[in-house]
């Protein structure tokens, strides 16, 4: 008896492997997406119960749809075609553009990724699926073969904002094993980011190795902060736990974060081989965190020399009751007096936020402020944000 249940302990450790591994044979050989010689795309979805399923995503051409109101909104999405066997499928029918691509599909309304394809991101509440086309812009957001700096979560506490903060920092390969000091770039999210947006969505990590490695851009240390006033970190990255993603607009954009900014610069500066002067800073964000650039830099005109606006909101709420934003225009006559080695404005021209960066310029203009603009198409999207960093990066820190 004693021989028979250790002969079925072991039988039953065997198989745990088997059990644990079913999930690489259980089902068809479904590949999706699958990247074709012609740059189309294909994607599959083995879902023989399901009565509809629909793709959307940056990858899809956008068209008119109309809705079951009557109303017809642009939208990206188009209708996958079930084979026999039971797999949904479709393919864009123009070759795709190298680049970094997201996308979800919806089954029977419901909105899931796609369950053959591991490489994922969260972008605020939202979950997607994540592709990269080769052969140009794209290949800046691969990991190559080339070397690979240092990415770091680290702690910093806040004085002015009362809790201890998460912040994310990139490190260039030869950082660990020199002893040069090296210039910053303060790179900041937009409205329902955190400190993971830009490692994450935007592909910092990678960039920042291949420009350096190409020799297109100036080894440099990259922080991107926590940008939301009220949160210490990002959702289930602080000790409130796995709560849902939280959106507390009044203490967004109405100067608490700017006032505790420098904070974040002393932490940066006593924690790292940091250029400690405004030559060696640089700051730069997306739509919220363009906002925060702006008036961060016209804040404090001693701490950076080189500005970045991407997609930028620009002009504060009224009626704040904050030196940040008081006298903004004065402000910005002593940032632009004491000089900056780069002033830089970039967006699409379909953003929401376009006829306010045009108001923003012809003020600049009107003023004889000195600028560089970057237009793109397209709105308000990662895919652009990934551009402008790319080509703001190059421009840094060449007196160094």
């Known amino acids: 008896m004693k021989r028979f249940l250790t002969l079925a302990l072991f039988a039953t450790l065997l198989m745990e492997p088997v059990r644990a591994q079913q999930a690489l044979w259980g089902g068809p050989d479904v590949v999706s997406p699958q990247i074709n010689g012609d740059r189309t795309v294909t994607f599959r979805l083995f879902a023989?119960?399901?009565?509809?399923?629909?793709?959307?995503?940056?990858?899809?051409?956008?068209?008119?749809?109309?809705?079951?109101?009557?109303?017809?909104?642009?939208?990206?999405q188009e209708e996958m075609t079930?084979?026999?066997?039971?797999?949904?499928?479709?393919?864009?029918?123009?070759?795709?553009?190298?680049?970094?691509?997201?996308?979800?599909?919806?089954?029977?309304?419901?909105?899931?990724?796609?369950?053959?394809?591991v490489y994922m991101i969260r972008d605020v509440s939202s979950v997607f699926s994540v592709f990269i086309v080769d052969g140009g812009q794209g290949d800046l957001y691969r990991v190559n073969d080339v070397p690979h700096g240092t990415v770091s979560r680290m702690w910093y506490h806040s004085d002015v904002l009362g809790m201890d903060r998460r912040l994310t920092v990139y490190t260039p390969a030869e950082y660990e094993t020199g002893r040069d000091r090296y210039?910053?770039?303060?790179?900041?999210?937009?409205?329902?980011?955190?400190?993971?947006?830009?490692?994450?969505?935007?592909?910092?990590?990678?960039?920042?190795?291949?420009?350096?490695?190409?020799?297109?851009?100036?080894?440099?240390?990259?922080?991107?902060?926590?940008?939301?006033a009220w949160q210490d970190a990002a959702p289930g990255e602080s000790p409130v736990g796995m709560v849902p993603p939280m959106l507390d607009r009044q203490r967004s954009m109405e100067g608490s974060y700017e006032t505790s900014f420098p904070e974040i610069v002393s932490f940066i500066d006593s924690r790292f081989r940091t250029i400690a002067k405004k030559s060696g800073r640089a700051v730069a964000g997306l739509s919220m965190g363009g906002f925060h650039s702006l008036h961060l830099s016209c804040h404090y005109p001693d701490m950076f020399d080189y500005v970045g606006l991407f997609s930028a909101a620009i002009w504060p709420r009224e009626g704040l009751d904050t030196p940040v934003y008081k006298d903004v225009e004065g402000q910005l006559a002593r940032q632009f007096s004491k000089g900056l080695s780069l002033y830089y404005i970039a967006i699409g021209d379909e953003d929401f936020l376009y006829e306010d960066n045009c108001r923003y310029r012809e003020f600049l203009d009107r003023n004889g402020y000195?600028?560089?603009?970057?237009?793109?198409?397209?709105?308000?999207?990662?895919?652009?944000?990934?551009?402008?960093?790319?080509?703001?990066?190059?421009?840094?820190?060449?007196?160094?």
């Open 183 to 228: 210039p910053v770039l303060y790179l900041l999210h937009g409205m329902g980011g955190d400190e993971e947006a830009w490692i994450s969505l935007g592909r910092t990590a990678q960039i920042m190795d291949n420009l350096i490695a190409r020799g297109r851009a100036e080894p440099m240390i990259v922080v991107m902060p926590n940008g939301n």
């Open 370 to 400: 000195p600028y560089e603009y970057v237009e793109t198409g397209e709105g308000h999207i990662w895919k652009n944000w990934r551009i402008y960093l790319s080509d703001f990066v190059p421009r840094l820190f060449r007196r160094q």
């Open 48 to 76: 023989p119960e399901a009565e509809s399923v629909q793709i959307t995503g940056d990858c899809i051409r956008e068209r008119p749809v109309t809705l079951q109101d009557g109303r017809t909104v642009k939208a990206r």
């Open 82 to 117: 079930r084979r026999p066997d039971g797999v949904w499928e479709y393919t864009v029918p123009e070759p795709l553009a190298s680049e970094l691509y997201s996308y979800n599909l919806i089954v029977d309304g419901v909105k899931v990724t796609d369950p053959s394809n």
